[in-house]
């Protein structure tokens, strides 16, 4: 199967990039994705001519490749409503200052955009960051015009950086998530038809976020076969417990009290040899990202484990009818 394997680099922003680029070969990987906020530069990429060539020179090093970076953090200050949580995203002379953040991370989107184009990548993924998000649950009473309001507000605030993706021929790959505008089916469909389903967006698809949601993921990618601009290998495991509820129960993550959590590749309830079956008839070639969350198990253990069994369940779909050697001439 053409699709690489390949680590998104997030979680791993504690290692610098030859040291992760010499773990992820040793783990199997054919590639990273590389964050924004850990281990690709945008500053750099754009205003030190020796940057890009000394990244790609690292991953050249260990035969890594790298098709997508992503920028969570930034875009998630764009749409955002400021509390004190996305000063961890922002430069820290931003601290406490909503209007300054989101300007910069305006500018940072674009210019992001910008550095993919000249690292020589076409898919950029990333969070959207949501006004409306604390409004989810109806009460005290979420009206139809405060819903479309937040719609329009993204629309107003990405369709500026979009235009810069277009010039750069870069596509913005949205991954459906708590917390962003679009988070489940509906609101993916209701995103998309508020940018008239203007190609530039897509998704990065990340079935985890809908399984504990209650969402299909395999029906998912059916209904958005066209728009899946990259993908997220990440699982979740339900939990029979009668005390906690799907909204986490303010249990942190790695809790056995808690009804879902993150779990490596293989270890939860997500249908993936579904899911590889629609991306197959979807088309899909571009990578299969592990993204590891796992707080129940080591992380190098679980990374290459899940390295393991993507590659094991990354098949190709069939070229012939397995019934077609019934036929009678």
């Not at 969402?215 to 728009?227: G, K, S």
């Not at 293989?266 to 993204?291: C, K, M, W």
């Amino acid at each position: 199967m053409g699709r690489l394997v390949t680590l998104a680099s997030g979680q791993f922003g504690d290692l610098a990039l030859e040291d992760l680029c010499i773990l992820a070969k040793k783990m199997g990987y054919d590639g990273l994705e590389l964050a924004t906020h850990a281990h690709f530069d945008v500053g750099k990429a754009l205003h030190d001519e020796s940057y890009i060539p000394s990244v790609k020179a690292v991953l050249a090093k260990h035969g890594l490749q790298c098709q997508a970076v992503s920028a969570h953090l930034t875009g998630q200050c764009v749409g955002d409503l400021w509390d004190e949580r996305l000063d961890n995203f922002a430069p820290s002379k931003l601290a406490g200052k909503p209007d300054e953040i989101r300007a910069w991370a305006i500018q940072e989107m674009k210019d992001t955009a910008r550095a993919a184009q000249k690292f020589g990548v076409s898919v950029v993924n990333g969070f959207t960051g949501s006004p409306i998000w604390a409004r989810w649950y109806s009460y005290p009473q979420t009206s139809e015009e405060m819903i479309e309001a937040g719609f329009q507000l993204i629309y107003d605030l990405w369709t500026p950086i979009f235009d810069v993706f277009d010039e750069c021929g870069i596509r913005f790959a949205l991954e459906v998530h708590p917390s962003e505008i679009a988070f489940d089916y509906y609101t993916a469909k209701r995103l998309l038809e508020k940018f008239k389903n203007r190609p530039t967006l897509g998704f990065n698809y990340d079935p985890s976020h809908l399984v504990w949601q209650g969402v299909n993921e395999v029906v998912f990618v059916r209904e958005f076969a066209d728009r899946i601009y990259h993908v997220h290998m990440k699982d979740v495991k339900l939990f029979r417990n009668e005390l906690a509820g799907i909204l986490g129960s303010f249990l942190p993550f790695g809790d056995t009290r808690r009804a879902w959590n993150f779990v490596s590749v293989g270890h939860g309830d997500t249908d993936f040899d579904g899911i590889i079956r629609e991306l197959n008839q979807a088309g899909y070639t571009g990578p299969l990202s592990v993204e590891w969350e796992d707080s129940g198990m080591d992380r190098e253990f679980g990374a290459a484990e899940s390295c393991a069994y993507v590659k094991k369940i990354n098949f190709s779909a069939s070229d012939i009818a397995f019934d077609s050697a019934l036929t009678k001439n």
